[in-house]
């Protein structure tokens, strides 16, 4: 079962000026900035209520964030839910026949295992699931 949306991620060109853009958004400075090598990406995170802002920019090409970028533009990248055991989901969520692009949790942001659905099964939304490491 998904807990909460624990965060949105929006795809930006330059993090440094998209950091300064939702520093006024959110009347708050971002808490933390993290590079994730295996996504090739870098990320910065705003707190909101019990969740968070995640701005990504690519930091290599063929990065998830710089084609999705090159084809679509700067926005909203995917939402990302809050589980209690990530593995339990993903069968839940194979046994209602989406399809998952990792099936073993990976490595995420901020302290997470992460995997990903197909957005093409989520009428255009990518969703990712996320739970705290132990
Ligand atoms: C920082 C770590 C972690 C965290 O802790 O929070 C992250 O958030 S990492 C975020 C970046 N990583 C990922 O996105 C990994 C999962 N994504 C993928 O595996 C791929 O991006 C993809 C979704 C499978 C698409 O890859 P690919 O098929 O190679 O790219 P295409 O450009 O050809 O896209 C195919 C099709 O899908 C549409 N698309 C792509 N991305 C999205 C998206 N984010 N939301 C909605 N739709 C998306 C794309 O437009 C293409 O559709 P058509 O144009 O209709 O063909
Ligand atoms: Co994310």
Same mark, same amino acid.
């Given at each position: 079962?998904?807990?909460?949306?624990?965060?949105?991620?929006?795809?930006?060109?330059?993090?440094? @000026? @998209?950091?300064?853009?939702?520093?006024?958004?959110?009347?708050?400075?971002?808490?933390?900035?993290? @590079?994730?090598?295996?996504? +090739? &990406?870098?990320?910065?995170?705003?707190?909101?209520?019990?969740?968070? !802002? %995640?701005?990504? @920019?690519?930091?290599?090409?063929?990065?998830?964030?710089?084609?999705?970028?090159?084809?679509?533009?700067?926005? !909203?990248?995917?939402?990302?839910?809050?589980?209690?055991?990530?593995?339990?989901?993903?069968?839940?969520?194979?046994?209602?026949?989406?399809?998952?692009?990792?099936?073993?949790?990976?490595? +995420?942001?901020?302290?997470?295992? &992460?995997?990903?659905?197909?957005?093409?099964?989520?009428?255009?939304?990518?969703? %990712?699931?996320?739970?705290?490491? %132990?």
């Amino acid at each position: 079962m998904m807990k909460k949306i624990e965060h949105i991620g929006i795809a930006v060109k330059d993090l440094e @000026a @998209a950091n300064e853009t939702y520093r006024k958004v959110m009347g708050a400075e971002h808490y933390k900035t993290e @590079a994730v090598e295996s996504e +090739g &990406v870098i990320t910065s995170f705003f707190k909101v209520g019990e969740s968070k !802002i %995640e701005l990504l @920019a690519g930091t290599t090409e063929d990065s998830p964030i710089s084609k999705f970028i090159s084809k679509r533009g700067e926005g !909203i990248h995917h939402i990302a839910f809050g589980v209690d055991d990530i593995q339990a989901e993903i069968e839940r969520l194979q046994n209602e026949g989406f399809r998952l692009l990792n099936e073993i949790p990976k490595p +995420g942001a901020d302290n997470k295992l &992460v995997a990903f659905m197909h957005p093409k099964d989520a009428n255009g939304v990518l969703v %990712e699931l996320c739970q705290d490491k %132990e």
